[in-house]
């Protein structure tokens, strides 16, 4: 036993190892003695496969294998060697077989490749020969002939090969020596014989010990007592009715199937011809697996029979007699597969999420799949459920990928439950199924859109800063910052104002403000165009027009054109005394700023010196006499007019239009400011003597007028028709006059009027009627400063229309 120690220090020192590298079809194979410490290296994968070492890691190269109990084998992606990561025990993993070889695979991703690697594992001596018996008994009678041979039992190792056991010696003595039996193939079976005849009487026991040895380095052994009892003769030993048994077996049997029966028989009888049966040196695995009946011979099935584990089972069966003779049989069952695996799914490797701007065909996954059991009922049918943008595509051995066959939309589907359906071709067949969950990684490829195709804004005028107008709204289907709505104003310009200044937009709601206040009478409608912009990258946008238009509100007062505005001076008309009714005496001219009904004017006599002595028409502002003109009728008549707009609220303005019945001036005994009536009599002397120096440069004037109209053959006009010409300047700015629709009626021309008035009672002449007169078919455009130079900076009150000095 000492030596048998010493020799596994030796050998455990001095193991050989072979490495042995070649490439067939493409595969790597390598050879390595069991045995090895974990960490020990193979041989460097990715020198040997003409691979980078940074290409291990990019493509997440991996040792992978049919196995699912251990991993023998890994990688070091630092330097590419395979390396061995558990002990590897070749006796347990391939027992008595010749060759001993482990299948790996070396996984490469981007794309899929797998590289197979044939690892050979070479038996090392590390099992010394052991006997199934410590003691063998043996009763041979003192008859037996010189030469006669008794089989022993057989010595096992679990090494092969030369490290198997190769002989036998035995202690020496003067009557048995040891015989090495070679017809079995494969096997050295061990012999007793005889070679001097025994004398029961002189030695009735005798004690040997039997050594068996393998052809290991150093070399191992194993003993056993031989221990012979001289008897009287039984000599016939056992025979099998067949050297050799073979039974099938289906895998998973129940308990106590009878497998086969081994029959033997003895010629001797008695208790010479007495047999029992038993198991020679059984494996450890078997022992729970099958029962034999001592007496009838009969195997039964004991334990789980798995044809995954072993496809097939050789047994030893011992006969022996009942003085101890033994003769030998082997029992080969064949294990016979049933489809009891289901085949097993395996995700390797996922892409998740996937942008929805992947292209068809891009890979998403890898899966594996397996099944443990054999032939048909090992292969399997992979799918996947139909109407999904997938498709599974068998890639190398039992791998497939799983790639795209369309376009995805993350804003149609986010997230995809693909369910993986494997089949086996067994029957019944096996199934299983794996969910997979895929989610759509969103990008910016949808721009904000409008809800409308355009929006309009309607606000009234003098509106108060910071009012809403309308609201905006955009809806991007994209997640996150890509379906963030920003709103803002594109840059333009309104009456070559920066928009800005009219509107602002609430970059997050869409709500539209006014920054100022409008005014109607200066703009009456503006469009802008309103950005809607994602936070995506890059940033998608779209463009919506906004139309604001600005309500009339009525707050201008009727603006009286003509006559001119009380304070400053008055107009004074002369009427005939011969004027009969219907007579055309003057005319209120006034406009307003306002639009449509606001705009609408209404005249109306509010008081006059004779109320039926004249009348006015309500649309026109025409002043007409109702009857003749008496004798009796005062010479001086005063009326206020009052104008007012159609608004709601009805805003006004009144003036004071002075006529004098005379057919000359001549004829007016006193002329004053009869709007002054009441005023110091102090001031009658300088009316007076004002009127009189203004009528005498004014007749002047109008000869001098008649007489250059005549020599220009111009046709004369009368001094004085009884109509007032308006001046041009006292229109307000933008005013219109369209064929008598707006509020000036611009049929009438009229030449010259007379002023009177002011405090000073001078007279005030208006230059030129063809400068000042507009023709109905235009639209006058004063602006108001040219407005206030005529009226002489007068300062106007709404409320009444009338202008103070």
């Given at each position: 036993m000492s030596n048998t120690v010493s020799g596994l220090s030796f050998i455990h020192i001095c193991v050989f190892i072979f490495l042995r590298l070649y490439f067939a079809n493409g595969d790597v194979s390598y050879t390595i003695a069991e045995e090895m410490k974990s960490g020990s290296v193979v041989g460097n994968i990715a020198s040997d496969l003409g691979l980078g070492i940074s290409t291990l890691s990019s493509r997440k190269a991996r040792i992978d294998t049919d196995r699912d109990d251990k991993r023998y084998f890994d990688i070091n992606l630092s330097n590419g060697d395979l390396i061995?990561?558990?002990?590897?025990?070749?006796?347990?993993?391939?027992?008595?077989?010749?060759?001993?070889?482990?299948?790996?695979?070396?996984?490469?991703?981007?794309?899929?490749e797998i590289q197979r690697i044939s690892i050979q594992v070479q038996d090392i001596n590390d099992n010394a020969p052991e006997f199934s018996e410590g003691l063998i008994s043996f009763e041979i009678r003192e008859s037996a002939i010189k030469g006669a041979k008794f089989l022993l039992s057989e010595a096992r190792d679990a090494d092969i090969g030369t490290n198997a056991v190769q002989r036998y010696i035995v202690q020496h003595n003067e009557h048995f020596t040891i015989n090495i039996n070679t017809e079995v193939p494969g096997r050295k079976q061990g012999e007793l014989v005889l070679?001097?005849?025994?004398?029961?009487?002189?030695?009735?026991?005798?004690?040997?010990?039997?050594?068996?040895?393998?052809?290991?380095?150093?070399?191992?052994?194993?003993?056993?007592?031989?221990?012979?009892?001289?008897?009287?003769?039984?000599?016939?030993?056992?025979?099998?009715?067949?050297?050799?048994?073979?039974?099938?077996?289906?895998?998973?049997?129940?308990?106590?199937?009878?497998?086969?029966?081994?029959?033997?028989?003895?010629?001797?009888?008695?208790?010479?011809?007495?047999?029992?049966?038993?198991?020679?040196?059984?494996?450890?695995?078997?022992?729970?697996?099958?029962?034999?009946?001592?007496?009838?011979?009969?195997?039964?099935?004991?334990?789980?029979?798995?044809h995954e584990t072993d496809s097939s089972i050789e047994l030893r069966?011992?006969?022996?007699?009942?003085?101890?003779?033994?003769?030998?049989?082997?029992?080969?069952?064949?294990?016979?597969?049933?489809?009891?695996?289901?085949?097993?799914?395996?995700l390797k490797s996922l892409s998740n999420p996937i942008s929805e701007s992947a292209p068809p065909g891009t890979e998403v996954g890898i899966i594996n799949v397996q099944d443990r059991d054999s032939e048909k009922n090992g292969k399997v049918h992979c799918s996947i459920q139909k109407n999904l943008p997938f498709k599974l595509v068998p890639s190398i051995k039992n791998y497939y990928s799983l790639v795209t066959t369309g376009g995805l939309d993350r804003e149609l589907v986010s997230d995809y439950n693909i369910t993986i359906t494997a089949i086996d071709e067994?029957?019944?067949?096996?199934?299983?199924?794996?969910?997979?969950?895929?989610?759509?990684?969103?990008?910016?490829?949808?721009?904000?859109?409008?809800?409308?195709?355009?929006?309009?804004?309607?606000?009234?005028?003098?509106?108060?800063?910071?009012?809403?107008?309308?609201?905006?709204?955009?809806?991007?289907?994209?997640?996150?910052?890509?379906?963030?709505?920003?709103?803002?104003?594109?840059?333009a310009e309104?009456?070559?104002?920066?928009?800005?200044?009219?509107?602002?937009?609430?970059?997050?709601?869409?709500?539209?403000?006014?920054?100022?206040?409008?005014?109607?009478?200066?703009?009456?409608?503006?469009?802008?165009?309103?950005?809607?912009?994602?936070?995506?990258?890059?940033?998608?946008?779209?463009?919506?027009?906004?139309?604001?238009?600005?309500?009339?509100?009525?707050?201008?007062?009727?603006?009286?054109?003509?006559?001119?505005?009380?304070?400053?001076?008055?107009?004074?008309?002369?009427?005939?005394?011969?004027?009969?009714?219907?007579?055309?005496?003057?005319?209120?001219?006034?406009?307003?700023?306002?639009s449509g009904q606001n705009a609408w004017l209404s005249y109306?006599?509010?008081?006059?010196?004779?109320?039926?002595?004249?009348?006015?028409?309500?649309?026109?502002?025409?002043?007409?006499?109702?009857?003749?003109?008496?004798?009796?009728?005062?010479?001086?008549?005063?009326?206020?007019?009052?104008?007012?707009?159609?608004?709601q609220p009805s805003l006004s303005a009144t003036c004071s239009m002075y006529l004098l019945i005379s057919d000359n001036l001549a004829e007016v005994p006193e002329l004053k400011d009869i709007s002054y009536d009441e005023k110091n009599s102090k001031l009658t002397s300088y009316l007076i003597t004002a009127l009189v120096s203004v009528s005498t440069f004014f007749l002047t004037?109008?000869?001098?007028?008649?007489?250059?109209?005549?020599?220009?053959?111009?046709?004369?006009?009368?001094?004085?028709?009884?109509?007032?010409?308006?001046?041009?300047?006292?229109?307000?700015?933008?005013?219109?006059?369209?064929?008598?629709?707006?509020?000036?009626?611009?049929?009438?021309?009229?030449?010259?009027?007379?002023?009177?008035?002011?405090?000073?009672?001078?007279?005030?002449?208006?230059?030129?009627?063809?400068?000042?007169?507009?023709?109905?078919?235009?639209?006058?455009?004063?602006?108001?400063?040219?407005?206030?130079?005529?009226v002489g900076g007068c300062d106007y009150s709404p409320e009444v229309g009338t202008f103070t000095k």
């Open positions: 061995v990561t558990q002990r590897i025990d070749r006796e347990s993993l391939c027992d008595k077989k010749s060759t001993c070889v482990l299948k790996e695979e070396l996984i490469l991703e981007n794309p899929l070679v001097k005849e025994l004398d029961r009487e002189q030695q009735s026991e005798i004690k040997l010990v039997l050594t068996a040895l393998d052809g290991g380095t150093p070399q191992r052994s194993g003993t056993a007592v031989i221990v012979v009892t001289v008897l009287d003769a039984n000599d016939n030993t056992p025979v099998f009715s067949k050297p050799v048994y073979k039974a099938s077996l289906p895998e998973n049997s129940p308990a106590d199937s009878i497998i086969v029966k081994v029959s033997a028989t003895d010629a001797d009888e008695g208790p010479n011809g007495e047999i029992t049966y038993n198991f020679d040196h059984m494996s450890n695995n078997y022992v729970s697996l099958f029962s034999i009946d001592q007496k009838t011979g009969e195997i039964k099935v004991k334990g789980a029979i798995d069966i011992r006969a022996k007699d009942g003085p101890g003779l033994t003769s030998y049989c082997t029992v080969m069952i064949d294990i016979i597969d049933v489809n009891d695996n289901q085949p097993t799914i395996s067994g029957s019944p067949s096996l199934s299983s199924f794996k969910t997979i969950q895929l989610s759509v990684a969103d990008i910016n490829d949808n721009p904000p859109v409008f809800e409308e195709q355009s929006y309009s804004a309607y606000i009234n005028e003098n509106n108060k800063p910071g009012s809403t107008l309308c609201s905006v709204s955009a809806q991007d289907p994209d997640w996150r910052q890509n379906g963030t709505v920003i709103y803002s104003l594109l840059p309104v009456n070559s104002v920066p928009v800005s200044s009219y509107l602002s937009v609430n970059g997050d709601t869409g709500v539209i403000h006014a920054v100022r206040s409008f005014d109607y009478e200066q703009l009456q409608s503006f469009k802008v165009h309103v950005m809607a912009r994602d936070n995506g990258s890059p940033p998608l946008s779209s463009n919506v027009t906004v139309s604001v238009f600005i309500s009339d509100v009525n707050d201008n007062s009727p603006q009286i054109l003509y006559p001119a505005p009380e304070g400053s001076s008055f107009m004074t008309e002369l009427v005939p005394k011969a004027a009969h009714k219907g007579t055309l005496v003057s005319k209120v001219i006034a406009v307003d700023a306002d109306h006599i509010v008081k006059a010196t004779d109320p039926g002595l004249f009348v006015i028409d309500v649309h026109s502002g025409e002043i007409r006499t109702q009857r003749d003109l008496l004798e009796s009728d005062s010479m001086k008549q005063n009326l206020i007019v009052a104008v007012k707009d159609n608004g004037f109008i000869i001098i007028i008649l007489g250059l109209r005549f020599c220009r053959r111009r046709k004369p006009r009368l001094l004085f028709d009884g109509a007032v010409a308006i001046p041009g300047a006292y229109l307000p700015p933008n005013y219109a006059d369209v064929d008598g629709t707006g509020t000036l009626r611009s049929a009438y021309n009229y030449d010259t009027y007379l002023t009177t008035g002011s405090r000073t009672s001078d007279f005030k002449f208006i230059s030129s009627y063809n400068d000042n007169t507009l023709p109905a078919d235009q639209t006058l455009k004063k602006s108001p400063s040219d407005f206030t130079d005529i």
